[in-house]
């Protein structure tokens, strides 16, 4: 069965808000990155402004996530400011049966590993789009590479069997550059019989910043779906 967009939207938006209510006073939340980590922000930000949740600081994973952090009133921190992140809530391109990930559609893969890793607890929040049976079916392993070793990375990609695209902005004229400074390549493999195995080999090509792969990081995953007409989580 094909979900409009605007039904997607509104799964987005449920799996966002019943993230944030896990929320408690005091907490140091990790702030991820795309449409429907969005709305797990927005959320934080209403119960702050309404006086239920009182003294969470936020750690954003992205430009993104800070420009939403403080439309919305959260106090932002950085890493050297905290010893601890007690959640992280963050998005998912691809979520297989054994909760390995892809991440990095919105091009933030790099900042988020680090600080999702860290959290306490990972919520992954996704509609249920989002769930494969194979990792790399719908989605390819988003890459980030230094600009001047693209070139290398790309063929070193090529050996391994990978299709590289070099990721193009919206207008398609100039590559999408990261918040670090770098490009994406997204590498489409027909297979991933190991993807832990893959992530490691992917960052071991000079170059490579940090590859889209999340294995063994998301503790729960919480998806957005239809039953009866009904979005449920
Ligand atoms: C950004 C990400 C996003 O979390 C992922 O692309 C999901 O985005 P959305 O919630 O918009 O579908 O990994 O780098």
Excluded: C, W
């Amino acid at each position: 069965m094909t979900i409009s967009p605007e039904a997607i939207k509104q799964l987005k938006q449920e799996v966002g808000i019943a993230a944030a209510r896990r929320v408690k006073s005091g907490m140091v939340v990790g702030l991820g990155t795309g449409s429907t980590t969005a709305f797990a922000i927005a959320e934080l930000g209403a119960r702050l402004a309404g006086g239920e949740l009182k003294d969470i600081v936020g750690i954003p994973t992205s430009f993104q996530a800070s420009v939403l952090g403080k439309k919305y009133g959260i106090p932002l921190r950085t890493l050297d400011d905290v010893d601890r992140i007690d959640i992280a809530i963050d998005g998912a391109d691809e979520v297989d049966p054994a909760k390995t990930l892809i991440k990095g559609g919105g091009a933030a893969h790099t900042r988020e590993k680090v600080i999702d890793s860290l959290a306490g607890l990972f919520i992954v929040v996704v509609d249920e789009s989002k769930l494969v049976d194979k990792l790399g079916s719908t989605f390819a392993v988003p890459v980030e590479v230094l600009p001047m070793a693209i070139a290398p990375v790309t063929r070193a990609v090529e050996k391994l069997g990978g299709k590289p695209e070099l990721r193009m902005g919206i207008k398609k004229d100039g590559p999408v550059i990261t918040d670090q400074g770098n490009m994406v390549l997204d590498v489409t493999f027909d297979n991933i019989p190991d993807a832990a195995e893959l992530e490691k080999t992917l960052n071991n090509i000079p170059g490579v910043l940090e590859n889209g792969l999340f294995v063994g990081v998301a503790d729960l995953i919480l998806v957005g779906e239809f039953k009866d007409g009904n979005p449920i989580i």
